[in-house]
């Protein structure tokens, strides 16, 4: 049996207001939870069983996933008492692990969106004989990331922090967010405290002579942090650039999910999504955006790469551009909003409130 952990135990707190009544891997992505994609391409990677370590608004995940049968998984839910960070919260579910101390389990992070070749890195770790095998990518600016060396093999050297000086970019790699580990190291993780593998778990390993390898795969990859990146993920699976087998339905320049209803004379592009029971108005134009359930976009108004949240409702010809507007907001009619701006769950913003001059 092929095991999995998965990380949803995170606050989200660079993706607020997103994440304030939902947590991080339940915000719709393509349609769907983004937590969806992540199961599905488990499953056919060939992972049978999954626990998912969660804490932030944990009672929301087993009620919409249940059992994961629906996914051809058997899911189990752990939730910390208080938030473990990567290591702790992978050492807190190894109990529900069946499997034996030199089998692989497979680890993913909650927030990354990516074409890994799953299978790929358990073949690799077990080719090298690792002890953790971790999933790096290349990037074109390293600065804003820990980087990690490694030998002409592939055999990790050091992590390092992040580099402040161009003397200190040795690499363009950088650590992915999935990782496959022998089942007995997991069991070498402090239990019962916060732990990071980043900071702690991978370089005690490393200095203590264990075997980390890296592997290097660069295709589609995406950390969903933040609001921008987030949008930005979403239409990048509704365009087929991000492969999920979750995706509702064709990827093309639109995705509107049955109840939608979309009035003649909007044009959306751009990988845009429409949620259930949302509503676009007439000669709306709507690019690279999400529009989650029962949101309303009315007539004439325009939104570029931007979020509009559950029940949110944006005015007539308003602008919004680069932004995110909260659950159960209201923008009123004529306004116009700027990329980064971001309107809190349930406010409401007049008509007219923000304009900005032409010649800015």
Not at 59 to 82: I, Q, R
Not at 300 to 322: K, M, P, W, Y
Request: net charge negative.
């Amino acid at each position: 049996m092929t095991e999995a952990i998965l990380l949803v135990g995170g606050k989200g707190t660079r993706l607020r207001p997103l994440t304030v009544n939902t947590p991080k891997p339940m915000v719709p992505a393509a349609g769907v939870p983004f937590l969806t994609h992540q199961l599905a391409r488990a499953r056919a990677a060939g992972v049978e069983h999954m626990v998912l370590a969660t804490s932030y608004l944990a009672e929301v995940f087993e009620p919409y996933f249940g059992d994961g049968s629906a996914f051809g998984l058997h899911l189990e839910y752990v939730t910390e008492p208080e938030p473990l960070g990567t290591g702790g919260a992978i050492r807190n579910v190894a109990s529900r692990l069946h499997s034996a101390p030199e089998d692989p389990v497979l680890v993913f992070n909650g927030d990354i969106l990516t074409g890994l070749d799953i299978g790929g890195l358990l073949a690799a770790h077990g080719a090298a004989g690792a002890d953790v095998s971790l999933h790096l990518t290349r990037v074109t600016d390293p600065r804003a990331y820990g980087l990690v060396p490694t030998d002409g093999t592939g055999r990790v050297l050091a992590f390092l922090e992040k580099p402040s000086t161009p003397e200190e970019i040795v690499t363009d790699q950088i650590n992915a967010g999935a990782y496959v580990f022998r089942r007995s190291v997991i069991d070498t993780i402090p239990e019962g405290r916060p732990v990071s593998v980043e900071r702690e778990t991978f370089p005690d390993l490393l200095a203590a002579g264990a075997h980390l390898q890296g592997m290097v795969d660069s295709t589609y990859w995406l950390d969903l942090g933040t609001p921008e990146a987030f949008v930005r993920g979403s239409a990048d699976l509704v365009l087929g650039r991000a492969p999920s087998p979750a995706v509702p339905g064709r990827c093309g320049d639109r995705l509107v999910l049955p109840t939608a209803r979309v009035a003649p004379g909007a044009k959306l592009s751009g990988g845009t999504v429409v949620g259930e029971r949302a509503l676009i108005g007439a000669g709306a134009r709507l690019t690279g955006s999400a529009v989650l359930s029962d949101a309303v976009v009315e007539a004439g108004a325009v939104v570029t790469d931007s979020l509009i949240g559950e029940g949110a409702r944006v005015g007539e010809r308003t602008v919004v551009t680069g932004a995110v507007i909260g659950d159960g907001a209201t923008v009123g009619a004529d306004n116009e909003l700027l990329a980064g701006v971001r309107i809190w769950c349930n406010a409401s913003l007049p008509a007219g409130a923000v304009r900005f001059s032409s010649d800015r």
